[in-house]
Each structure stands twice: as C-alpha cells, then as structure tokens.
C-alpha cells in the first residue's frame, strides 16, 4: 500500500513491532496509581501506571525534539505545559530525507517528560488525531491516536532518535525485543483507503495494542475492530473482518523470530532467529492463552468464518498441557454472486446449506519421558462425520533438534526430488510411535457421498455401495503375499463392513512394542514394512 503505513510517525509502530520490543525493567522509581484510558474512553483494567509528575522537566522535553518547533521532526503552532503535561497544537511531522510524505497531528500530548539516567524520558507520549500527507494521489491514511506508556530507557532513546529526524531505519541499533520495556503501545483507530495496482482497497482497524512488556513475555498482543475490502486477481470483490484476536503471556522470542521472517520461508536469518529463541522446544510453555473471534471472509461470494478459536497452555506436574478450541467454522455460499453461485450446485449435491466445523484437542508434552501424547483430539463436520485422534510418540526432543537444525533448506528442492534422503531420514529417525489410532465415526457422510456418486454417474445409491464394494475386493487381488496382504484383506473388510453399514472405521497400530520410525525408513517391502508396524483396520457399529 504505502512504504510505512503512517509514513514517518509508524516508525515507531514498526520499530516496536515489526523490528524489536520487550522486557520491562522499570525506569526509575515513582508513585504509582490506576489511570482512566483516555485511548478507549474507559477506566484501564487492572494496569498500574505511574503517576504524571507534578513538573515536567524541561531537559528532557528538549532531548525529546518537542520543546521547540522544528528542532527535529516535530514542528508545531503552539506549545503549552500545565503541571505533568506537555501538549503540542496543530503539529507538522516531517518525514525522513526524500520523503514526499508528511503526518499532520491535532495534539501530542507528552505526560510526565522526565530524565532517566542522563537520558529524555517520559511517562507517556500521546499522538491524536493523525493523517497522512503526500504530493501523490495513493488515497488516504488517518489514525486516531498512538500511545507509548511507560518506555525503559531503550525504547525512549528510540522515540528520542526518531523525533531527533534521524534515519532510524538504517543507521539505529534496533537490538532485540527483549532489550525493550513499555507498559502498552497502541494505535487506535486506523483507516487506510488508498489504491493498489490501480484497484481500491480499504482497510479499518479499531485498535492494535502491545501491553505489559515485561521479562521477556508479552502480556497482551491485541487487534480488533478490522474490517477489509480489496479486489482479488480476477477483479471479484473480495471483504473481510475480525472482531478480535488477543494473546496473552506471549513470549517475546517470538516476536524476534517472525521480526525475521520475510518472503522467503527457508530464509537463514529467520532460521537461525528460530533456533536461537528456544520456540522450538516443544516441552516450554511459549504463552499462556489465545482467543480468535469473528473471523469473515467473503470472496465474490464463497464465504469463510470461524465464529471462535481459542486455547491455552499450562505447566503441569506432567509437563506443559495444551488445549484448543475451534467452534463454528462454516463455509457457505451467496449464489447471487458469480463463485458462490457455481459453488452452490457442489454443496446442494452433498445435501448442505453450509458446511460446519468444530473441533478441540489436548495433549501433554512430557520432557521427563521425552513424549507427547494426547489427551483428546476430535475435528467434527456437523451431519457429517466426527474423526478422533489418540497418539503417544517418543523421542521428541531429539527430533525437534534435528528438524531445527536443518534451518534453511530449500523448500522447492523436495517437490523437484532434489534433496539429501538420508538427511531427511536423520530427521525422523529418533521418533517412536508408542499408540497411534485414529477414528471416522460416520454421521450421515457415507450416505451423502453415495448420493454424490448416484448423481453423477447415474447409477442408484445402492449400485453405487454395490460397485465399491466390488472395486474394494478386486483391489486385494493385486497385494504380494506375506504379512502385508493380511493386513490388506483384514482393511477391505473392514472398509466393505463400514460402507455396508456406517459407524466407526478405526485404523490403529497394532504392534506390542513401541516402533521405531528409523526401522521403517528406507524399507521397500511391503511385507517387511507390515512385520515392522502392523495397521489393524476395524469397523463397528
């Protein structure tokens, strides 16, 4: 859309999330009080601000750039200071060198300006009422207000640097999250409406808040309030929106790594980022909870949503247990709409209006006994089927060091059959399955695809049935003899007996002993493959 969404103002947004940010370690000592949240209009909840000194000192609002208009990027009509606030009107903020693009700001309210260590700092930094200048027509950008809340000496010193009109992007030692400290930074009220390859799109965001960085974790990541209309390649109109996505106890690592992350997901700089932070480690708890709402997307009329998605993670006496949570995914159709009407015809013939999807799992992840095994696991299409999953694999860590160390391949290499296969099977060659079963319970998907099979190929559902049966039975003929064509036959059977008579079809391993992944890699015989890690397949009602 633009080079920075706010032009020289996002600096700061995307130096705190795009580049860095983290660890609070409080600036120096003061009085502390729960404040009203001017950004929401409402009381703050249950967050500790310090209080706005009674004097605003004067070194530091000059080693902010704000004491005087155009002593760096600010320049401003008028300036007055009351008690602990500093308020700049009707400012000007020059972008950097060569750039065409200006932001004009209502107020920049600058609560608590104080020196910390030598340094300019401050309690809180308030920019109201902002909008995007440019000497090009590309649409435009207003932003109701960003706010920067108790910053350590790492993050004031990066306000301090680009309010100086230095090129924070180049020349600035961003350093990690974790060297970074801030009670909240958030932007309010986004509107972006602008032109992309000549087609219009318009983008709204209520708010986007980073709060309580501290120690390394984040204690809240939260987007809300989007709403998204653009043209897809074909010109269709394509809209979406979420209500809300939050994330709590976040640890700020992560934030490094997809600082990182670019076009190019086999990237080394991103991989080594992965390796270094310790996101691999599947027995950490890397945050506390998640939650997802109201997620919409609308595409010449297919339409995609998810009502709610949440989960957490908890330390345990077992290790770290992981629960999520999906309610209400649907996928249905506008046939008054190019796509979704041809859409429609697909779904009228499996017997839906929509199609529904709910699910949940929870695992433990086990450093002691180096596993992780489930303690639930169901994905259900509603008047469809459900399908469970109960799995107890070993040798975790090892293979998670391995996969991590393998940073950097080229992902096209594998499609294309160029690839090291014994690396590949280094890999895998720790893992151990101890259980492994998996269940389709039927609940009318049977009948509905025999139906589908009956439209198309003009044969009645039970021809149909009779046919695949019979398709089934033949294709046992063509297994080698041994310990592979039993476990074939005993497969047919079961798939006849479930087609026949819909229920459960459950596929497990059927073995005493935990199977080693590495005594299967590499095997070519069926019958070899069979003796390793026998399949049962079993059908009920």
Request: with cysteine; charged share 25%.
């Amino acid at each position: 859309m633009r080079r920075a969404l706010f032009a020289s103002v996002a600096v700061i947004a995307l130096a705190a999330c795009d580049n860095q940010t983290a660890g609070r370690t409080a600036g120096d000592s003061g009085s502390t009080t729960t404040v009203a949240d001017t950004r929401s209009g409402g009381e703050s909840s249950n967050r500790r601000a310090r209080a706005a000194r009674d004097t605003t000192s004067v070194e530091a609002v000059q080693g902010l750039y704000l004491a005087e208009s155009g002593s760096g990027r600010v320049s401003f009509e008028s300036a007055d200071t009351v008690g602990g606030e500093h308020v700049l009107t009707n400012v000007l903020i020059a972008g950097e060198e060569g750039d065409s693009e200006v932001i004009r700001a209502e107020r920049i309210r600058l609560l608590g300006a104080h020196m910390d260590g030598g340094a300019a700092s401050f309690d809180r930094l308030i920019f109201e009422n902002l909008t995007v200048e440019s000497d090009t027509d590309e649409g435009s950008v207003t932003v109701a207000s960003i706010s920067i809340d108790e910053p350590n000496a790492k993050m004031a010193d990066l306000v301090s640097t680009f309010l100086s009109n230095e090129d924070v992007d180049d020349d600035y030692d961003f350093g990690q999250f974790t060297d970074y400290a801030f009670g909240a930074f958030t932007i309010d009220g986004v509107n972006i409406d602008v032109e992309e390859d000549g087609e219009p799109v318009r983008v709204d965001i209520g708010r986007m808040g980073l709060e309580d960085m501290s120690a390394g974790r984040l204690g809240k990541m939260v987007i809300s309030d989007i709403a998204f209309e653009g043209r897809g390649d074909d010109g269709e109109v394509v809209t979406g929106s979420l209500d809300s996505w939050t994330f709590n106890g976040l640890d700020a690592s992560a934030l490094d790594v997809f600082a990182e992350l670019g076009d190019d997901p086999s990237d080394a700089a991103f991989h080594q980022a992965l390796t270094e932070s310790g996101l691999t480690n599947p027995f950490a708890k890397h945050y506390d909870s998640y939650a997802l709402r109201g997620l919409n997307f609308d595409v010449d009329g297919l339409i995609f949503s998810i009502g709610g998605a949440e989960g957490s993670a908890k330390q345990t006496r077992g290790g770290v247990e992981t629960s999520s949570t999906l309610t209400a995914m649907k996928f249905r159709v506008d046939d008054a709409k190019s796509m979704g009407a041809q859409a429609k015809q697909g779904l009228e013939m499996l017997g839906y209006d929509e199609i529904e999807i709910d699910g949940e799992a929870v695992y433990m992840a086990d450093e002691l006994n180096d596993r992780i095994y489930t303690r639930e696991a169901r994905l259900t299409l509603k008047d469809g089927f459900t399908l469970e999953a109960d799995y107890d694999i070993g040798g975790i860590g090892e293979y998670t060091k391995r996969a991590t160390e393998l940073g950097g391949v080229d992902i096209d290499s594998f499609s294309g059959g160029d690839f090291d296969m014994a690396e590949i099977a280094d890999i895998y060659e720790p893992l151990i399955i101890n259980k492994f079963e998996l269940r389709l319970i039927d609940d009318s998907i049977v009948e509905r695809g025999f139906n589908v099979a009956s439209t198309m190929t003009g044969m009645t559902p039970e021809q149909v049935r009779e046919q695949a049966g019979a398709m089934l039975t033949m294709g046992g003929m063509f297994v080698p003899e041994g310990a592979a064509q039993q476990i074939a036959l005993d497969a047919i059977a079961a798939t006849r007996e479930f087609l026949a008579n819909p229920g459960t079809l459950s596929i497990s391993v059927d073995s005493d002993q935990p199977v080693a992944i590495g005594d299967l890699i590499g095997v070519e015989d069926p019958n070899e493959l069979a003796t390793i890690m026998p399949i049962k397949v079993e059908a009920s009602k």
